[in-house]
Each structure stands twice: as structure tokens, then as C-alpha cells.
Nanobody
Framework: QVQLVESGGGSVQPGGSLRLSCTAS????????MAWFRQAPGKQREWVSS???????PTVDSVKGRFTISRDSSKNTLYLQMNSLKSEDTAMYYC????????????????????WGQGTQVTVSS
């Protein structure tokens, strides 16, 4: 079965950087769209950024210019580079995927996601 395994979370001071990884098995990451979501304590899970099969990278306004989604097909791995981190970025971060999807915005809705990783915690605090 498809597995998505996130890593790279941790604790960092405001202004710091982290890079999250999501490695897929039994799923080719270019064969659909993949996305990063996050869920802060007491809040609903929210979409952060996606990468489509064609390479488009829609991103939520609150992280534009600070977060960059990318992928390495040779490693079948999705990344989220997070710079200039703020306390409000503190959350559990999840990667998700929709297999066989070629559109742009489908991965921005969690109800469409077929597969989820287990999450990795990001804490931004001084």
C-alpha cells in the first residue's frame, strides 16, 4: 500500500529555517499532485502548498516568499523549505497526495487527498 513518511520537523527560533521531507513508497510522486498541510493546536488543518504533476506550485498567501515546495523524482521525495519561520507557523505538518490527478487545485482541499503521511511537528519559539 502507499506510504508517505515525513521527516525534518523540530524546534527552531523565530527567523530560523527547516526543510521537511516526505518520501513516498508504492506511489510515483509525479503521477499525481502532492501537498503540504498543517494543523496548529485547536485549529483545523489548513493547506500550505501543492505541486502538481506538471510542476505548478500554488501556495497559500501567508507563507509565500518564505516557504518553497519542491520534489526530487529520483528520490521520490517531496520537500518543503521553510525560511523566516514565525511562531504562527508552529503546527503539525502533513504531506498528502492524490494519485493520478493532473489538475492544479485539487490538492488544496484535504477532502480530495487519497493518502496522508503521519505528520512531523514544527515548533517555532524563542
Amino acid at each position: 500500500q502507499v506510504q508517505l513518511v515525513e521527516s525534518g520537523g523540530g524546534s527552531v527560533q523565530p527567523g530560523g529555517s527547516l526543510r521537511l521531507s516526505c518520501t513516498a513508497s508504492k506511489f510515483t510522486i509525479t503521477g499525481g499532485c502532492m501537498a503540504w498541510f498543517r494543523q496548529a493546536p485547536g485549529k483545523q488543518r489548513e493547506w500550505v502548498s501543492s505541486i502538481t504533476s506538471g510542476g505548478s506550485t500554488p501556495t497559500v498567501d501567508s507563507v509565500k516568499g518564505r516557504f518553497t515546495i519542491s520534489r526530487d523524482s529520483s528520490k521520490n521525495t517531496l520537500y518543503l523549505q521553510m525560511n523566516s519561520l514565525k511562531s504562527e507557523d508552529t503546527a503539525m505538518y502533513y504531506c498528502g497526495a492524490i494519485a493520478g490527478y493532473g489538475g492544479t487545485w485539487g490538492c488544496s482541499s484535504e477532502s480530495n487527498i487519497n493518502y496522508w503521511g503521519q505528520g512531523t511537528q514544527v515548533t517555532v519559539s524563542s
